[in-house]
Nanobody, 121 residues
Framework: QVQLVESGGGVVQPGGSLRLSCVAS????????MAWYRQAPGQQRESVAD???????NYADSVKGRYTISRDNAKNTVFLQMNSLNPEDTAVYYC???????????????WGQGTQVTVSL
């Protein structure tokens, strides 16, 4: 069994910052790409940022220059530093990771339960 647990969400004023964390635990052989997605009310889930095990990063255009994704491979943890937040960033943020649990099992995607980020005065 693999679990992804996010933390760090909350309420912040426009222009503020938050840092999200996500820890993968359980029976893990390898963790490949880790990513953050978000879903606003009435909207589809969208990719925010991702990072490979080698450290290559990709960002959605809407967050470039404001968000930074990083990871600690030794701790199977991914972070999302969010700066200059605005109300349009309000959403439930989900952690995603492609994980292989054993030599004989193909890697597949796992999801966290989500953490709410609200940007409001």
């Amino acid at each position: 069994q693999v679990q992804l647990v996010e933390s760090g969400g909350g309420v912040v004023q426009p222009g503020g910052s938050l840092r999200l964390s996500c820890v993968a635990s359980g029976t893990i052989r390898s963790v490949y790409t880790m990513a953050w997605y978000r879903q606003a009310p009435g909207q589809q889930r969208e990719s925010v940022a991702d990072i490979t095990s080698g450290g290559t990063r990709n960002y959605a255009d809407s967050v470039k220059g404001r968000y930074t994704i990083s990871r600690d491979n030794a701790k199977n943890t991914v972070f999302l530093q969010m700066n200059s937040l605005n109300p349009e960033d309000t959403a439930v943020y989900y952690c995603n990771a492609r994980i292989q649990t054993s030599w004989t099992t193909a890697a597949r995607d796992y999801w966290g339960q989500g953490t709410q980020v609200t940007v409001s005065l």
